[in-house]
C-alpha cells in the first residue's frame, strides 16, 4: 500500500460542512436548533446520527478541538494536551485516582482502547430490581446493543492478541480462571496498538470517523472547542430555555473572550460524567432529589506489573484483547467489590508517571519496557450498600472536581486484585512481579508477592489508583425523589432536557461502558425524535 | 529507619541545640537562577529545582535537563488554570530556602543539592504521612516523568520505537 491515509474530517470539511472552530470565532455568536447537543462523545454522537436521521435540526457543541487522523502522530506528549480532558492528568479531589476523559469532538471515543462489552446481564437485573427500572430486561435491550454493534462494527476480534493479553490468557489457564477474548469496535484495524492516542489509521470506529460524520453529511452543525457554562431555565422553571457558554482559544485550554448563546426546543446533555452534571451545578439547576453530580462511579483500577522472560513490547498491537470476570462471580453483585481482568497498553510517558518508583530502581524497570506486562482490575463500584461512589463538586473558577472517598471496601477490593494479579502473573511465568504502590518492590515469587502485598499500607497516595470509566452521577430510576432522569435520560424537572450519556448509569457498569452508553443513548435518541416528532 | 537512629543518637538536647542553631544560621539562598531557554511558564528558580530533581527521580546521570524543563513547562502549559496554580504554590513552596531546609531537609541551594540529600527528601515526601508531601512528591514525579518520557529522546534507552510502517504512510 502506498500513499497516505486519507483524513474523513478533512475530506467532510472541504465537501461544505458546517463545522465551525469556536477559537476562529471573532464575535459573539447567538444560534437556534431543533436540538443542541452538549458533547459529542459515546453518548452525544450516536444521539446527534440518530435526531438527524429523524429530520431533526442538530447542533453539537463541544469543548474539545475537531482533530482527525492526519493529526494523529503516535505521540503522547500530543495526543494528551490536544485529546484528554486535563491533558490526561485529571485527579479525584485528593489526588487518589487519576481519570482518563477524552476532550475533542468525539469525546473519551477518540482515544478509548475499543474493547465493547454489553451491559452485563447481573447489572441490568440490579436495575430493574433496585432502580426502579422494570423495562430494562435483557430481552428489551437487545435490539439496542445489536443496532450499536452493526452501526460501528463491534464484533469478535480475530487476530492473535499480542503478548500483553497472551500473558492474561497464559496466567488463567494455567489458574483454570475463566477467561475470553474482547470483542472490539474496528473495522481494518491495522493492529497497531496507539488507540489511546487517536487511531491514525481511521480503523477505531469511534464517533469521529462514524456517527459526526454521518450528522455533519445530513446538514447537522458542529460547534468545537466551545465550552457550555451554563443552562437557564425559564422563570415558569419547566423548561431550558438558553445555553450560554465561552469559546476555548487555539490552546484549547483558555477561554478567548467570545460567548456563545443557543436557543433549542430540546436539549441533550452528553457532557459526559463529570461534564454533565458540572453544567446542571454550575447553573444553579440541581435536581429536587439532589442527586445530580452525587453516586459518580469509577470502576476505580488497581495495577500490578510484571517482568517476564520473553519479549511482550506492550505498546504495539491491540491494547486490550483478553478478559477474565472470574473475580466478578466469586462473591454476590453487592458483597466485597467483584473485578474484572484485563490489560493496558504500556507506552513511555502514562507508564512512567503510573510507576511509583523514582531513581535507579525505576529507570532499570522502565529500560526493560519490551518485557514489560501488566494486568489492571476495575473493580465494579455502586453496588454494596457501602460504594456510594463520589460526588461532583465544582472549584472557585465553576470547573468540576470529582471528590471520591476512597472507603474500607474500596482497600479490600484493592488488596484483593493485588492477590489476584500477581499470583496469575507468576502462574504465567513472570520473573518478577510488583502491585503499584509506592510501598511495593519487585517479588520473584508468589509467596514473595503475596507477604509483601499482605502488609501494604492501604491509604490515598501510596496505591496507584487510575479510571478511565467515569459513570453516574445523573441516575435514571423509577421514582423522581431518588433518581434525576427517566429510564429514556428525560430530565424529571426540566421537560425539554435529555441526558444522554454515561452519568446516567445507577451503579458502575461492571464491564467497559462504550457500548452501555451506546446502547442507552440510542434508545433515548429514538424515544425523544419520536416524542418530538408529536410536538 | 536511619533517621530515626540518628535522631536518638543525637538525644534530646543535641537535638534542640542543632534546632537552634539552624534557626539563627539562615539557610543559603538560591543564587540568582539563569533563564533557560524556551520555557514560558516555569520562571528561572523553578527551572532549577527541575534541572536539579530531574536526574534524581528520572535515576539517569547523563540528562539534557533544560531539554526535560522544556518538557515539564510544555506540560505544565497544557493543564487547567486551577491545577497550573496548584504546581505554582508548590514551586514557590520548595523555592523558599526556608522550606527548602526544614521542610524539605535540603541544605544546600537546589542547584547544588547532592544526589543523596535530593533522593532523601524525594522518599520521605513520598512515604510521608502528610498527603501534602505525598502529592509534592506525586506531582513532581508526574511532571518530570511527562517532561523526559514524553520525548523522543528519551525512547532509545527503553527499546521503544514507534511502528515504522505507518510514521511513512502519514500525511
Ligand atoms: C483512555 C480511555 C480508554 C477507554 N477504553 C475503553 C474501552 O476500551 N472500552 C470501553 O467500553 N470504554 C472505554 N473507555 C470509556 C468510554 O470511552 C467512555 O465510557 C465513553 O466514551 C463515555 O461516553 P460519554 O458520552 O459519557 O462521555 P465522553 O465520551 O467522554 O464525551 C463527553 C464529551 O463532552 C465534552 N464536554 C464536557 N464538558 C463540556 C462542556 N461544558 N461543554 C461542551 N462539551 C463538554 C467532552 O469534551 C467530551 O468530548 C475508555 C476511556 C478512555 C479515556
Not at chain 1, 51 to 80: M, N, P, T
Not at chain 2, 85 to 99: S, T, V
Not at chain 2, 134 to 163: M, T
Request: charged share 20%; glycine share 10%; proline share 6%.
Amino acid at each position: 500500500m502506498s500513499g497516505k491515509i486519507p483524513d474523513l474530517i478533512r475530506q467532510g470539511l472541504a465537501s461544505g460542512w458546517k463545522a465551525m472552530d469556536g477559537a476562529a470565532q471573532r464575535n459573539d455568536l447567538f444560534l437556534s436548533a431543533d436540538v443542541a447537543v452538549i458533547g459529542s462523545g459515546a453518548g452525544g454522537g450516536i444521539a446527534a446520527e440518530a435526531l438527524s436521521l429523524a429530520g431533526l435540526d442538530v447542533l453539537l457543541l463541544e469543548e474539545g478541538g475537531l482533530h482527525s487522523s492526519s493529526d494523529f502522530r503516535l505521540l503522547e506528549a500530543k495526543a494528551y494536551p490536544e485529546l484528554y480532558q486535563e491533558s490526561a492528568s485529571r485527579q479525584t479531589l485528593d489526588k487518589a485516582i487519576t481519570i482518563l476523559q477524552g476532550r475533542a469532538v468525539g469525546g473519551s471515543t477518540v482515544v478509548n482502547w475499543t474493547s465493547s462489552f454489553r451491559t452485563p446481564p447481573d447489572t441490568l437485573l440490579w436495575w430493574q430490581e433496585n432502580h426502579g427500572l422494570p423495562g430494562l430486561s435483557v430481552e428489551a435491550m437487545r435490539p439496542w446493543f445489536e443496532q450499536a454493534e452493526r452501526r460501528l462494527g463491534i464484533g469478535p476480534w480475530l487476530a492473535e492478541p499480542n503478548g500483553n493479553n497472551l500473558v492474561l490468557e497464559r496466567g488463567c489457564l494455567a489458574l483454570g480462571l475463566r477467561h475470553a477474548r474482547i470483542p472490539r469496535n474496528v473495522r481494518g484495524c491495522w493492529n497497531l496498538g496507539y488507540c489511546g492516542m487517536g487511531c491514525p489509521t481511521n480503523a477505531k470506529q469511534s464517533m469521529l470517523v462514524t456517527c459526526i460524520p454521518s450528522a455533519l453529511s445530513r446538514g447537522a452543525r458542529l460547534l468545537s472547542r466551545a465550552r457550555v457554562d451554563r443552562l437557564a431555565a425559564d422563570p415558569a422553571g419547566k423548561s431550558i430555555s438558553a445555553i450560554e457558554g465561552s469559546f476555548l482559544g487555539a490552546d484549547g485550554n483558555t477561554p478567548s473572550g467570545r460567548r456563545f448563546m443557543v436557543r433549542a426546543r430540546h436539549v441533550v446533555l452528553a457532557a459526559g460524567a463529570i461534564g454533565t452534571p458540572a453544567i446542571l451545578l454550575r447553573s444553579g439547576l440541581a435536581d429536587a432529589s439532589g442527586q445530580t453530580g452525587r453516586r459518580t462511579f469509577l470502576h476505580p483500577v488497581t495495577l500490578s506489573a510484571a517482568l517476564m522472560p520473553e519479549r511482550i513490547e506492550p505498546y504495539n498491537g491491540a491494547p486490550q484483547s483478553v478478559y477474565s470476570d472470574h473475580y466478578m462471580h466469586t462473591q454476590p453483585l453487592d458483597g466485597a467489590l467483584g473485578f474484572k481482568l484485563e490489560v493496558p497498553p504500556i507506552h513511555p510517558l502514562l507508564a512512567s508517571v503510573t510507576f511509583p518508583g523514582f531513581g535507579s530502581e525505576q529507570a532499570s524497570l522502565l529500560r526493560q519496557l519490551p518485557h514489560l506486562h501488566a494486568t489492571l482490575a476495575l473493580m465494579r463500584d455502586g453496588f454494596h450498600p457501602d460504594s456510594r461512589g463520589g460526588e461532583v463538586r465544582l472549584r472557585s473558577d465553576g470547573s468540576p472536581v470529582l471528590d471520591y472517598p476512597l472507603n474500607d471496601v474500596i482497600w479490600d477490593g484493592a488488596r484483593r486484585s493485588w492477590l489476584a494479579m500477581a499470583e496469575l502473573q507468576f502462574a504465567a511465568g513472570a520473573r518478577l512481579a510488583m502491585p503499584l504502590h509506592e510501598a511495593a518492590r519487585p517479588a520473584s515469587s508468589w509467596r514473595q508477592a503475596r507477604a509483601m502485598i499482605e502488609g501494604l499500607p492501604l491509604r490515598a497516595l501510596q496505591a496507584r489508583l487510575v479510571s478511565a470509566h467515569v459513570m453516574g452521577g445523573m441516575a435514571m430510576g423509577g421514582d423522581p425523589s431518588l433518581s434525576v432522569v427517566d429510564e429514556w435520560g428525560g430530565h424529571w424537572t426540566w421537560r425539554n432536557l435529555t441526558v444522554l450519556d454515561g452519568s446516567i448509569f445507577p451503579t458502575s457498569i461492571g464491564a467497559n461502558p462504550q457500548l452501555s452508553v451506546y446502547a442507552f443513548a440510542l434508545r433515548g435518541a429514538d424515544h425523544l425524535a419520536r416524542a418530538l416528532a408529536r410536538g | 529507619m536511619a533517621s530515626r537512629r540518628q535522631f536518638l543518637k543525637a538525644g534530646a538536647f543535641g537535638g534542640a541545640a542543632l534546632l537552634i542553631a539552624g534557626y539563627w544560621a539562615a539557610p543559603a539562598a538560591d543564587p540568582e537562577a539563569e533563564a533557560v531557554a524556551g520555557l514560558s511558564w516555569l520562571r528561572p528558580a523553578d527551572a532549577q529545582i527541575v534541572m536539579a530533581l530531574a536526574p534524581v527521580l528520572l535515576g539517569l546521570a547523563e540528562l539534557p535537563v533544560a531539554k526535560v524543563a522544556q518538557g515539564v513547562d510544555q506540560a505544565i502549559s497544557g493543564l487547567p488554570l486551577a491545577t497550573q496554580e496548584e504546581i505554582r504554590q508548590m514551586f514557590d513552596l520548595l523555592g523558599n530556602r526556608w522550606a527548602r531546609r526544614w521542610l524539605a531537609g535540603v541544605r544546600p541551594p537546589w542547584r547544588m543539592a547532592g544526589a543523596m540529600e535530593s533522593a532523601r527528601f524525594l522518599q520521605r515526601w513520598r512515604e510521608s504521612r502528610f498527603a501534602l508531601q505525598n502529592s509534592v512528591y506525586q506531582g513532581l514525579h508526574r511532571l518530570i516523568h511527562a517532561g523526559w518520557y514524553g520525548s523522543p529522546a528519551s525512547w532509545a534507552a527503553l527499546g521503544y520505537q514507534q511502528p515504522a510502517a505507518v510514521m511513512g504512510m502519514l500525511p
